[in-house]
Nanobody, 126 residues
Framework: QVQLVESGGGLVQAGGSLRLSCAASERTFSMYTMGWFRQAPGKERQFVAGINWNGGSTYYADSVKGRFTISRDNAKNTVYLQMNSLKPEDTAVYYC???????????????????WGQGTQVTVSS
C-alpha cells in the first residue's frame, strides 16, 4: 500500500507560482508512473500532468501545457508539480496519484491509477 502526501498548496495571486510536492512511502517509488489531477468545486476530477517511472515521458493537459512542469526525484521518493503563470481557473484541490508499472505511456484516466493522496488546496485570486 503506497501512501502519498501532497504539500505546497496555498493562496497565490494570478500570475504567481507554486510548487506542489508529493512524497511517497513506497521504497519502489521508481516503479510507479505518477500523476497530478485536480478537482474544482462542482466539477469532475481532471488530469493535469503525468510522468513515467524514469521521467523519460511526460504528458500535460492542454490547459496547463507551457505553464506547469512535472518532475520526479526517485532518490527522494517525490514527484513535483511546478506551476507558473497561475490563473484563477487553476483553483482546485490537487491530487497526486500513483500507477504501479514500468510503463512507457503516461495514463490520463483516473482508473489507471491505483493510489491517491488526500489532496492539497490551490487557490488563485484575480
Amino acid at each position: 500500500q503506497v501512501q502519498l502526501v501532497e504539500s505546497g498548496g496555498g493562496l497565490v495571486q494570478a500570475g504567481g507560482s507554486l510548487r506542489l510536492s508529493c512524497a511517497a512511502s513506497e521504497r519502489t517509488f521508481s516503479m510507479y508512473t505518477m500523476g497530478w489531477f485536480r478537482q474544482a468545486p462542482g466539477k469532475e476530477r481532471q488530469f493535469v500532468a503525468g510522468i513515467n517511472w524514469n521521467g523519460g515521458s511526460t504528458y500535460y493537459a492542454d490547459s496547463v501545457k507551457g505553464r506547469f512542469t512535472i518532475s520526479r526525484d526517485n532518490a527522494k521518493n517525490t514527484v513535483y508539480l511546478q506551476m507558473n503563470s497561475l490563473k484563477p481557473e487553476d483553483t482546485a484541490v490537487y491530487y497526486c496519484a500513483a500507477d504501479y508499472g514500468l510503463r512507457v505511456r503516461v495514463g490520463v484516466r483516473e482508473n489507471e491509477y491505483d493510489y491517491w493522496g488526500q489532496g492539497t488546496q490551490v487557490t488563485v485570486s484575480s
